[in-house]
């Protein structure tokens, strides 16, 4: 089944009302008039329906997008730099960045290095990053085996203290292996020196 009739099927409105079928390439929307008129309001606004497909491809800035989204990359880009806290480089308090030009994590001080060695113009700016540190929850690993391959209820047989003990010594383990993974911190952006 192709992408577009799943889609239409997973609808909500097709649930509720049935399969309004393909019309031009795109969802033929569920119709007024018992099917004969023009597509519903709720139809009108989804962006798999036919009519609006010009329409839904501009951004407000006139640019061309794709029918999935209301605004282009550069406005949501600004809109998102704007909302951002700044702070130049030597106040970041982590290594690693997340360059938007390159889509690419870096540490700082290699940041620059790369740019220069691509003959690329360095970037006036980069997003922050969260450190992701490795864990693991053994509460919601024995949940989900349990919740999955064993009765109903088995997680209420389970001794609790035994499980926080074990928890406890995963956390070590955890901690001991240091592995530290980085995640684009969208709400800092930090202002580059060129």
């Known amino acids: 089944m192709d992408l577009l009739k799943q889609s239409i099927i997973n609808c909500f409105m097709s649930k509720k009302y049935g399969y309004p079928g393909i019309e031009n390439g795109k969802c033929a929307g569920l119709r007024t008039l018992n099917g004969q008129g023009e597509p519903c309001e709720e139809c009108k606004k989804c962006s798999l329906q036919y009519q609006y497909e010009e329409e ?20 949501a880009e600004k809109i998102r730099f704007a909302k951002a806290k700044k702070i130049k480089a030597k106040d970041y308090k ?33 997003y922050g990053c969260i450190p992701i540190k490795f864990s693991l929850d053994m509460y919601s690993i ?15 047989d389970i001794n609790l203290e035994q499980l926080k003990k074990i928890q406890e010594t995963v956390n070590e383990w955890t901690e001991f292996q240091n592995i530290v993974s980085w ?3 969208n709400n800092l952006v930090i202002l580059l020196e060129n």
């Open 56 to 75: 839904l491809k501009k951004c407000k800035c006139g640019k061309q997008i794709s029918s999935y989204r209301t605004i282009c990359y550069e406005c």
């Open 94 to 126: 982590y290594d690693w960045v997340y360059d938007i030009e390159t889509e690419e994590y870096f540490k700082i001080d290699e940041l620059e290095e790369y740019y220069e060695e691509n003959e690329k113009i360095l970037p006036k700016y980069v």
């Open 142 to 156: 024995v949940e989900n085996e349990l919740q999955d391959n064993h009765y109903e209820n088995a997680f209420l």
């Open 183 to 185: 995640e684009q911190d």
